[in-house]
């Protein structure tokens, strides 16, 4: 049984900034990708960030530059650092991991709960 569980969500204004966090917890094996997307009211989830178990990473145009995703392999964590945050952000962030549970496995993806992330005007 592997769990994500999310932290760190919140309201704020814009032009504020939040951490998100993300720790796994259970039966983990070794980790590949772990990253972030998110849904708004309405839409369909989208792509927020990713980075590979040896550090590369990846976002979307429209976070560019004002997100950053790291990850501390030794406690299966990932955090999402989120500056300037517009408006257009406010959305629920789902955790993302792809993870084996023992050497007999394959990786499958992983999800976490959510997390709302809410930006004001």
């Known amino acids: 049984q592997v769990q994500l569980v999310e932290s760190g969500g919140g309201t704020v204004q814009a032009g504020s900034s939040l951490r998100l966090s993300c720790a796994a917890s259970?039966?983990?094996?070794?980790?590949?990708?772990m990253g972030w997307y998110r849904q708004a009211t309405g839409k369909q989830r989208e792509f927020v960030a990713a980075i590979t178990s040896g550090g590369r990473t990846n976002y979307a145009d429209s976070v560019k530059g004002r997100f950053a995703i790291s990850r501390d392999n030794a406690k299966n964590m990932v955090s999402l650092q989120m500056n300037n945050l517009k408006p257009e952000d406010t959305a629920v962030y789902y955790c993302n991991a792809d993870i084996r549970s023992g050497p007999d496995y394959g990786y499958k993806d992983f999800w976490g709960q959510g997390t709302q992330v809410t930006v004001s005007s």
């Open positions: 259970g039966s983990i094996f070794s980790i590949n990708a």
